[in-house]
């Protein structure tokens, strides 16, 4: 597909859209971001040559700001809370009338609405990955420490069991200990699923994060940052699983870093 010069971002929280904004106007493109984020705004102003700042929920809104700028390819890209939908903080009378229309509120449900709408629009919703593919992560363990074999056992367990839950779109992590479940990612995200899970293990959790089995890459590609690791750290959880070439590390270096300072296994398989 031919890119066009000018890209819209539609932001979630975290670094991950700052960076694609980075990358994107390193490469000379013009990036117009939809920001649903206060979190990021201010970096965000340095990589974007707009940035509009929208709730997710301001259907009419976002579509006056893409015709307005002609935005013809976008990428949806950050961290937003799915508890949105719960909430309907400033829902337009467009969204509520897009989001009766569902009959089923997982994500993909809800996503593919989204992307349906944009294509209506005469915008294309592209591949995540496009502007940050070296963010992408290879086989391996990526730190200094190595799994013990009762974490190897665990993540064999874990990934099987993340696979089959995405099957079904419930979510993308699980906390596994001693190959026993403590927790599966629900509505919450993938944070509280960790606190969740690492508090009933006490100790020594094994997160594992993994795609989708038919993973659409346009949304919910799986990433992780420092953030991750700091909860992880706080509720003792030792080492976290990912699935390799599938999922994202936000400033891998410090990841690593901050993995081998404080005692966390980062492995990809």
């Not at 609405?113 to 086989?139: H, S």
């Amino acid at each position: 597909m031919e890119l066009e010069r000018k890209q819209g971002l539609i932001a979630g929280d975290g670094s991950l859209p700052v960076k694609m904004a980075q990358y994107a106007k390193e490469n000379g493109f013009e990036v117009i971001c939809i920001s649903f984020s206060n979190d990021n705004a201010n970096e965000l102003k340095k990589h974007c040559s707009k940035v509009y700042s929208c709730c997710p929920g301001e259907v009419a809104k976002i579509e006056k700001i893409i015709k307005d700028e002609e935005i013809k390819q976008a990428t949806f890209i950050g961290k937003v809370n799915k508890g949105v939908l719960l909430k309907m903080y400033k829902f337009d009378s467009r969204a509520i009338e897009l989001i009766r229309s569902i009959k089923r509120w997982n994500d993909d449900e809800v996503m593919l609405l989204v992307v349906r709408e944009f294509e209506k629009a005469g915008v294309t919703v592209l591949d995540q990955t496009i502007f940050i593919k070296n963010l992408m992560i290879p086989a391996g363990v990526l730190g200094k420490l190595k799994p013990t074999q009762e974490q190897l056992d665990d993540v064999n367990y874990g990934f099987w069991l993340a696979k089959e839950m995405g099957k079904v779109d419930v979510g993308q992590t699980v906390v596994v200990k001693d190959k026993m479940v403590m927790a599966v990612e629900a509505i919450e995200g993938t944070d509280k699923c960790i606190r969740r899970g690492s508090k009933l293990a006490r100790k020594g959790a094994c997160i594992i994060k993994v795609s989708k089995p038919k993973q659409d890459k346009r949304f919910d590609i799986p990433a992780i940052g420092l953030r991750t690791l700091k909860n992880m750290r706080k509720y003792h959880a030792k080492l976290i699983a990912l699935e390799a070439d599938e999922t994202i590390i936000v400033e891998p270096e410090k990841v690593i870093s901050y993995a081998d300072k404080h005692g966390i296994v980062i492995m990809a398989v």
